[in-house]
């Protein structure tokens, strides 16, 4: 079996059955319940240190994967769960329904691959393409770089996670898709020869987000505040040395049942992500809310213009502003 199928069929195993995660002891009478939009891997480790940081300082948690964002916005909705890592700019939008955001988690630093049949964005007008979910960043990409070459795709299909949507690329099944750096970088080092990466857009916006519902957060301001100081200071550390993510894992020994090929990533991925601009150092916060609306509005998946839109629809700023004066700066 090779590396790809290795990587597709242990991730797809997690995604099914991933282990709760637990603190223990509780700054609350009860534990506080983390909605991932995605598996639990390589790219949401920087997660799980955050949250293993601030349950030494007494906040108690579990953590559940989703196999799609729309499910982990949906489990925070309907309170099964308090806070979730993913972008719910529409679902505010759409539904009124009170969630806010309080800390930019990564940015959309993704590559559109594709056969080299395709030799630009000119050739996959009409044609099919493949996206991690329907109304996710990785759309909104296809959505804006659409509009912009003034071509529109075929077939949309919808594969969760870049490591199945790489699987399929190398089985044939698929022949156009947007993923993130490490798999982009998989996939060429497997099959340079079959795909190429075409230019995709140069200013990216939040990809995932932590969030919750704003009567949720108000009620737990102590904790709240705590999960964010540590999302910021675990942010700022891999910012300034990205190998510490990899340090930090061992010597938690955190993620210690993945596939050794798995670990041995962990410090290209985060060197590379955040040469790529992947990471914020800040958190986010309203200069980010701004960045996003210009983009998802030009993608069509938020209602503008985006000068239209206020920050304080979408983002409770006061636990990142006040981690930030902590913290200092």
Not at 83 to 91: C, D, R, S
Not at 248 to 260: C, K, T, V
Not at 269 to 293: H, I, K, L, T
Not at 307 to 328: F, H, I, M, N
Request: charged share 25%.
């Amino acid at each position: 079996m090779g590396a790809a199928s290795t990587r597709r069929d242990f991730l797809l195993a997690t995604a099914a059955s991933l282990p709760l995660v637990a603190g223990r002891r509780a700054a609350a009478a009860s534990k506080v319940r983390v909605a991932l939009g995605d598996v639990l891997s390589t790219e949401t480790l920087c997660v799980l240190i955050a949250m293993e940081r601030a349950r030494e300082r007494g906040v108690a948690y579990e953590m559940t994967s989703f196999s799609k964002e729309d499910l982990a916005i949906q489990a925070v909705i309907g309170g099964q769960a308090d806070l979730g890592v993913g972008t719910p700019y529409a679902v505010i939008q759409r539904t009124k329904v009170p969630l806010k955001i309080l800390f930019q988690v990564n940015r959309l630093v993704f590559f559109p691959v594709v056969d080299k049949a395709y030799k630009s964005w000119k050739d996959l007008d009409g044609q099919p393409f493949a996206f991690h979910a329907r109304g996710s960043g990785t759309e909104a990409i296809g959505n804006i770089i659409a509009r912009r070459e003034g071509i529109s795709f075929g077939q949309r299909s919808y594969v969760p996670g870049s490591e199945n949507r790489v699987v399929a690329m190398l089985n044939g099944q698929i022949r156009a898709t947007i993923v993130d750096l490490a798999n982009k970088n998989l996939l060429l080092e497997k099959a340079g020869d079959r795909f190429h990466v075409l230019p995709g857009v140069d200013r990216p916006a939040s990809d995932e987000t932590l969030f919750g519902r704003q009567d949720w957060i108000r009620a737990n301001r102590e904790t709240v505040a705590i999960i964010v100081e540590e999302f910021l200071a675990t942010w700022r550390q891999m910012v300034a040395q990205p190998e510490w993510i990899a340090a930090e894992r061992a010597r938690r020994g955190l993620l210690a049942d993945r596939p050794a090929e798995l670990l041995a990533e962990v410090p290209k991925f985060y060197r590379e992500g955040v040469a790529a601009g992947m990471f914020a150092a800040d958190g986010g916060g309203a200069e980010a809310a701004r960045a996003d609306f210009e983009f998802y509005s030009e993608a069509g998946q938020l209602q503008g213009p985006a000068s239209s839109l206020a920050v304080e629809d979408y983002w409770e700023l006061g636990p990142l502003q006040e981690a930030r004066k902590k913290l200092g700066a």
